[in-house]
């Protein structure tokens, strides 16, 4: 008999399975493939590892406007391949042995939840007093015709290619699909993207977005408003906002138009686990509609970041040992990881004034940092943009453009979550030179 029975290893299964097992809790961990789940085998770690070895192939190639002469250039795919593998290896040998340090019990192979407190995989029936659904999603496929195809990939595929393609068809501007367009464009392929609605990143500042998409243009083609209606061999065929038929020839397609979460073939129907398309229904406790059964993370639905299911699991574990503890989403961060980068927090702009602010907002270039500029030259474009609640004072988003922005964009996340006035922002000292001092002497422009 377990404590907690935990179906699902990625980063909301083994990290609330290891904060389990540090408390004192006798945890099992049931994963069909790999530790780490999709975001360290086929999603966050390898694209990110790859994204990186092209940002050193771009920087080489730049090297000589800041004063260092190289050789020639190469990018080696199977170099980039390789140190990806590396990467992942290490990563997942790491998590096997933070789960033996916390006494946390793994079993590899399929779940069957058979309703509270059971769980079976293969011929064994395992017993808890507590059960945690950490399925995951899978990359939808829509029912598009000549999908089916080899040189038609998903996110997963792509990740594992031996030839780097002439030409690349993202199907989808979300995440995932820019993430990749960033990655071919910088090597030299010819990027098309084709995205049904008007702007890519659907949760992006407007404003924000055109200048992320004017940093990428002369690299990557954006076709918007537009809708692929088949494939045709290696011709992508696709309709415009006014009607108009066109086509695109590309050696692979990239098919990047979401993610649906992990609810089929596991019993979650007949155990009467409350669920629809769009994932298992919880509350801000992560508790479902069953009694000591808990879902976190892309399969419920709400989020789909890897530290939105860290967090859902956090939130989970409080509440199974009795601690007052709920999700929230008002201040979740997220990050493109392309070039440049974008990330943002809160409210943009639209949303704010959809949710009934009286909003005012704030922004300012990056080339308003001295290192920002040093580092990346006049033309590396990139910006930060405020704003807030004009009756309150109170920030409601921070929303950046540009190389790192990344790792910026947790401080925004802590302002929001506290509920820092702009003001009491104002009154923080931010070290001297770095990029992120541009967030605060933004905040003396509202």
Same mark, same amino acid.
């Given at each position: 008999m377990y404590d907690i029975i935990i179906i699902g290893a990625g980063p909301g299964g083994y990290v609330m399975a290891e904060r389990a097992g540090h408390r004192g809790k006798k945890v099992l961990l049931i994963e069909k493939?790999?530790?780490?789940? #999709?975001?360290?085998?086929? %999603?966050c770690i390898p694209t990110k590892t790859l994204l990186n070895s092209a940002k050193h192939y771009v920087h080489a190639k730049e090297a000589p406007e800041f004063g260092v002469t190289t050789g020639e250039v190469k990018f080696d795919l199977s170099k980039a391949m390789a140190w990806k593998t590396e990467v992942i290896e290490t990563l997942r040998a790491g998590i096997g042995f933070m789960m033996k340090k916390n006494k946390v019990t793994v079993v590899n192979g399929e779940a069957k939840f058979l309703g509270p407190h059971k769980v079976k995989v293969g011929d064994e029936v395992y017993e808890g007093?507590?059960? #945690? !659904? +950490? =399925?995951?999603?899978?990359? @939808?496929v829509p029912p598009i015709p000549g999908a089916k195809q080899p040189h038609v990939m998903t996110s997963t595929e792509i990740l594992s290619i031996d030839k780097m393609p002439e030409t690349l068809t993202v199907i989808g501007g979300g995440v995932i699909g820019i993430e990749f367009a960033s990655f071919f464009s910088s090597l030299g392929v010819k990027v098309d993207v084709i995205e049904m609605l008007d702007e890519i990143i659907p949760f992006m500042d407007r404003a924000? +977005?055109?200048? @992320?998409?004017? +940093?990428?243009? %002369?690299? #990557?083609?954006?076709?918007l408003g537009c809708k692929v209606t088949a494939i045709d061999g290696h011709t992508v065929k696709y309709t415009t906002k006014t009607g108009e038929e066109k086509s695109i020839q590309a050696d692979v397609v990239l098919m990047s138009?979401?993610? #649906?979460?992990?609810?089929?073939?596991?019993g979650f129907e007949e155990a009467g686990l409350d669920f629809d398309r769009r994932g298992i229904k919880v509350d801000e406790q992560q508790r479902t509609n069953l009694p000591n059964v808990y879902a976190i993370g892309d399969v419920t639905g709400l989020s789909q970041l890897a530290h939105s299911a860290t967090r859902m699991g956090e939130v989970a574990l409080n509440t199974i040992c009795g601690q007052r503890d709920r999700f929230r989403m008002n201040a979740i961060p997220w990050a493109v990881y392309s070039m440049p980068e974008v990330a943002g927090c809160g409210f943009t702009e639209e949303q704010a004034q959809a949710a009934g602010h009286k909003v005012k907002t704030a922004s300012l270039p990056l080339t308003m940092s001295g290192r920002f500029l040093a580092e990346n030259g006049k033309r590396g474009p990139g910006s930060v943009k405020v704003i807030k609640d004009a009756d309150t004072d109170v920030l409601l988003g921070v929303h950046m453009v540009? +190389?790192?922005?990344?790792?910026? !964009?947790y401080g925004a996340a802590v302002m929001i979550e506290s509920e820092l006035r702009v003001k009491d922002i104002?009154? !923080?000292? @931010?070290?001297?030179? =770095?990029? %992120?001092?541009? !967030?605060?002497? =933004?905040? @003396?422009?509202?």
């Open positions: 493939e790999h530790l780490g789940g #999709v975001c360290l085998n086929w %999603g007093t507590d059960v #945690v !659904i +950490a =399925t995951g999603s899978s990359p @939808f924000q +977005a055109k200048e @992320f998409r004017r +940093a990428l243009k %002369g690299k #990557v083609e954006f076709n138009v979401g993610r #649906v979460p992990n609810l089929g073939n596991m540009g +190389a790192g922005v990344s790792e910026m !964009i104002r009154e !923080i000292v @931010f070290p001297h030179p =770095t990029v %992120g001092e541009v !967030i605060r002497d =933004t905040m @003396f422009q509202l």
